[in-house]
């Protein structure tokens, strides 16, 4: 059985990956998945992931197939189309039913769904007792060429086909990829007739999610682009379509009618047929469980409902210290001080780093690891499925990407909060933008802010980052001045939920600075910027955030004394945040309406602070009250005009 | 003999791996490496690449001790401080003699080798004849735990000491590294005893330097990290100052004077001290062959000197056309219509793409696949070591980080130029930053710019990516707006040189734009932005760049027809270029000193555009034209303050 839907029809798209995972399609869909079309968000379903989202023709076609109700004749007929309603876009997409991540950009799926398989892994370890499995659900991934961690309920899925869109994989690859995957810790299974040996692949399926086998697996499946047509196994078939004769001679070798398009005839239609009612039943199946389990296991079960119903300890807020020490403190630091009892007493959330624990200081007293039981390593720090700190190793890529199947598994089940230095949040990028596309709940501990990373070198000094990430959608980047800042920070961060705002950098330093105790202030955080230090008189506005908010203080207590010129201070932690709010605070914030200037300081590029006036470089009171100075006297004659950009 | 240098008075610094690799150094630089420290950039030499730049002092001692003369005592001492004259930084930086690339983000310095192997690759298929190895030099790498393509002048040091930031390698990775490495079609040779056994290490380097291999060359090599100290194989040994005990005990079981610090024994500097004549023996010999080759094969001889001098075809400029057709012409299309003949004619360009050769439009006729002359791809694209065109894969991250060592290889002998969408120039950029940092002549072609790639929906829709490339110091993002600015925007990307500019992005659609012949001008791409179009009685300046060049045009001739308001257009294809022009001259372009507003039309995030002054978001000429009448009469009734930004 093939898939030769809408492939003559659409200008693009990616028809002959499509068809020759058909294959899969059946054994996933039909036979080896538990899953409920007609309840898509049921907490205990298997979740599939398809890593090759370009290919996701065959995703929508078995959705179509399989009873989703969202997913219509006519929405199907739209795949690849322009529609703004469509919901077959040219890469599958989270809003919509059945589709559990949006994929895309390739590297990043795999990753997804080992996210997935540790959520599942840590409720299963938190709620499951002996007779009442209510967390047991399977990941599946598939993959195409070019992809290529440890968990028995992850199973990947090798769309082998070889061919990529300059050519046979061994153009660029001539890996052995089984032998790659077996050193790699995976058990591998190899379906060489990935054409038509659906019996095959179901097989090697269902022992994916034998309970008795120890590594994730991984299922090479020899498959044949474009299959059945005149450009199988060709580049051809990959990005372009098919065209008419070739779709035409497809259906001829299925017996099916060659003139009728986008038809489905009745016998595929019946073999589907029965998976909506076969879904409800797991689904039922399952809610019959739970009042047992309620039963059997009061309080666990109501912690389990209350982390599903995606809800944090009512007194959360509470845990977030009121007052801090007040001598300089590295930001990082604070970020602990503000965070361990939130960390120790919420189990919603699940911390990790990339090879960095030392350094960003996030765990909390008897924090344990996530790791298979049955590992031990030589340096001892042994963990459990139970536990909520994950070692993810020096992939910071890879965490982002882990952390994005964590985050959606249920709404607010589970909350991943992941921590690097912020320059390696460039590597990460990818799977940070994917997820503020998604509006996932991820918080980010972003440390060695600012250029306080001095021996490093500039290697290590994300001057331009900061631009990165303010331009990118959704997302809060927030670099708070000091402790009660930083405390100020992770409300908004928190109180994020899926599909209604999205995820946060938290941007802290690594070198001590000051605590401004009476000044800086732990709810305005949340407004983006506001003022810290004001005066009637004032000639100029001077703009900071984080490491330097010390900065702009000291200058404005330097600048009477010495040059009897008075300065207003503000606070500008988040740039979303401040734009978010009504223009007359924006106004009342810059004092733009009494056309004062203003000097952001800053150590960073200065591409976005412009709006808000000017910028400056150069860290002591003297010489920033220099520059200060001249600049507001050529302000005064002129010279520089109002609202005109200038870097001095 | 263990290095022990330093170690205590930094307060930070990775001092236990630099004293776990000590033998390799030895072993590289007393016995294996042909180089010449008194010749430091002596053409043929061996290039070693330390991809686990934070254990750089490995490197520092032993360019010391080799006889490096910029490399004083007094600077080895300044390791890891904050002296900004130091030759020693936290990370290797490309600046400092004996250092052929800055490394420290981890994951490139291995793609960095094999660029660099590349290059002698294709070097040697062009130059080299039988009894004339004109080119015959090797690539070193060394890596640490954590990461891990063909070539046999390339050999990978594995320094496998187990331990990482966090604790032992085990806790992230339990994968078998020989297998899954020869799995990847490389040779593994195994040093079991990495803390003594120089002679094996030797024996092994030397097997990279056998020309009969036909596969990369990787060692494994059992280090053990802050050998000799108590805290040998402690993780506490990373990235913490040894403490003065630790030193001193390790002085101890060596027989050295525990009293003296920073003291090199006699013997230590005798027996490296025949390195800097040795290396010019290497010189002389290869000077002296440099003559017999001139005199068998003259004419390849020129091109070689030409090569090395980084000379291109001095009628470079006159192959690019001089008129473009007329017709809406995607500027992906004109990009080959621009530069085909320079790659035809122009051999130092070695062009790639990863995986999208069909789309980005970068081949010329007869283009040659660099590949291994033994490799036959089931495609049938066949290559030989003299292609110029390499098949990189879906690789963005290895592609740039490859590219950065192709380009240093020597000053302008081979010019690197990349290829993909813009949107895969995020998982790129970690890579794109370092070569920015060290200001690398590379030229990136950055293919479905624009929010044209409808279909493929916001994954591939790089809206925010302008703002990280306009952010990023030393290189230039450019947008050209039809044939003729793309051609004007390959002259400063071609006549970029190392250590004075640095790389550039141009940026190109995949949809047919307007083509502008008599406004648009090549010349003027140079200067960053210029005037399309002028009117004394304008009222507003529209500024737009790339894709959406035509949307200005459109709506200044409808203005003036509908709405009797005149409009200036500004072509803005470049910030950077445009900031480094004259004010007087970045004044006149934008006319802000007769105080008319500005508006910006790019369907990009719009931070950065700030200084220029507003923003607007949706296309149709009368959608476009009204919102300018109202914003312009907000202007002038003053809703709107002069330098205030506004977003529509």
Redesign the interface.
Known sequence: MRLTIACTL?P??HPGGAIGMAVFGVALWKYTMRYAPHSPYWFNRDRFILSN?HTCLFQYANLYLSGYKAMTWEQLLSY???RLDSLC???P?IEHEGIEL?T????QGIANAVGLAIATKHLAATFNRPGFEVVNNQTWCSIGD?YLQ?SNNLTVIYDNN???????V???????????M????WEVIDVIDGVNDVEGIVAALEKGRDPKRTKPLFINVRSIIGVGSAVAGQ?VSH?APLGKDNVAAIKKAHGWDTEKVFHIPDKVKKFYGDIPARGEKHVREWNDLLPRYTEEHPDLSATFKHRMAGKLPSNWASLIPSSFPSDPTPSCKSNNTVIAKILAECPTFIVG?A?????VNLTWPNSE?F?PPS?T?????KGSYKGRYL?????E?AMEAIANGLAPFSLRTTIPITSTFF??Y??A??AV??RA?QKLHVIHVATHDSIGA???????QP??LA??Y????NLEYMRPGDSEEVAGAWTPAINHTHHTTGPSIISVSRHAIPQLPGLACCAAVARGAYVLHDGADAAVTLIAAGAELGFPLAVARYLPERHNLAARVVSFPCHKLFREQPLSYQREVLR??EDIPAVVIEPY?C??W??YNYRYFGFTEESMAGRIIGFVGEFGEGKV?????VEL
């Open positions: 659409t693009s798209g989202g690849h189309s322009e876009p040219g890469h997409k949006t895309g950009p390739l590297g070019v440890d070889q061919i990529t869109c300059d050519g046979s061994d153009l660029t690859n001539t890996e052995d990829v089984n032998k790659k077996g050193a790699c810790g580049v990005g780093t090879d960095l624990t030392p350094s690891t790791n590992l390593p030589i340096s001892g720090n070692h993810y190793g020096i992939r890529h320059i390696f460039l590597p990028a990818p933008r994917i596309l001095g021996e490093d070198g500039p290697t290590h001057v331009e631009a990165l303010r331009a990118m959608p733009r309406h590029v591409l976005g412009e709006r005009r109002r609202g005109e950009f």
